[in-house]
């Protein structure tokens, strides 16, 4: 491949998005941020934003805003894949979802548009308490969220950017697909319980029901899609489905995912679950 060329990635201010850019640069590749805010912008919802996001793109990393299970996201991911191809791209990375059918139908659709594809399907964030909306939750000292006890293996997202940033840069990894998931399962509860012993501080968690749960984020303003995709997420993809360890990350980098406990640790270590003033 052209190492004059650039890998674009897309949702480069998100998540895992802003580690893979990072990790790309330290490493001196060139990087294009895909983002509304870029230049070029880059915007899932405007197809003409596409083609000038990826001149001079050799591969790329494919994150969907806001998530493979929304309608329609399949069918944006294969086009934009088919583009890609048209442009000349022979690498995608593509962070998919487990248990999500719409995901695994973006994966083959993109499969078949030419370039070369390595698909990460990823279990539930661990991040996702520290820079979702769970955050605050944890900081008040209640998480309060409709899940009961399922277990789930937590994934950092450090690993999730290992792992694509590998597949981007290095060869073998065409044709894969990594199911990267933490180490243990842990029920919600057992991941609040966790984080309250890192910080020292009581940190409850409450079940509630799905419809009290809605309810409640209604109330505080969100958007009609949004609530609905958030309960599609924890009575349909937290349903049990995913309550099973994958060694992805050990497939792709030759060493085991990190624990949730270490990153609570590391994560309240920097304060950001320090209690809410009151």
């Known amino acids: ?110 499969a078949e548009t030419g370039p070369e594809l390595t698909v990460v399907r990823s279990s539930f964030f661990a991040q996702n308490f520290t820079e979702g909306q769970f955050a605050q939750g944890i900081r008040d ?41 933490g180490p243990r399962l842990l029920t919600f509860a057992e991941a609040v319980a966790e984080i309250s012993a890192a910080t020292g501080r009581s940190i409850d968690y409450v079940e509630v029901t799905p419809d009290e749960y809605g309810a409640a984020l209604t109330a505080d303003g969100l958007p009609a899609d949004l609530v609905e995709f958030l309960l599609y997420l924890f ?11 994958d060694d992805g990350v050990r497939e792709a980098l030759g060493w085991g995912a990190r624990d949730f406990g270490d990153f609570a640790r590391a994560a309240a270590a920097t304060g950001v679950w320090d209690e809410s003033p009151r």
Do not use: C
């Not at 330290?26 to 070029?40: D, M, Y």
């Not at 000038?52 to 793109?57: E, F, I, K, S, T």
């Not at 009575?235 to 360890?245: E, F, M, P, Q, S």
């Open 141 to 181: 000292g209640q998480l309060i969220l409709p899940v009961g006890a399922v277990p789930e293996p937590f994934i950092d997202i450090e690993d999730i950017a290992d792992v694509a940033v590998a597949a981007l840069t290095e060869d073998g990894h065409g044709g894969k697909i990594y199911e990267v998931t």
């Open 1 to 110: 491949m052209n190492d004059k060329s650039s890998v674009l990635v897309l949702g480069g201010t998100g998540k895992t998005g802003r580690r893979v850019a990072q990790r790309l640069q330290e490493l001196g590749v060139p990087t294009r941020i895909g983002s509304r805010t870029a230049t070029p912008p880059f915007d899932w919802e405007n197809p003409a934003s596409w083609a000038p996001a990826l001149l001079d793109v050799r591969a790329a990393y494919v994150s969907f805003q806001p998530d493979l299970a929304v309608p329609g996201a399949p069918q944006a991911v294969r086009a934009f894949g088919e583009m890609a191809a048209t442009a000349g791209v022979q690498r995608l990375v593509l962070l998919s979802g487990r248990g999500e059918e719409e995901a695994q139908q973006a994966e083959k659709l993109l």
């Open 235 to 245: 009575t349909t993809v937290l349903d049990g489905r995913n309550a099973r360890i």
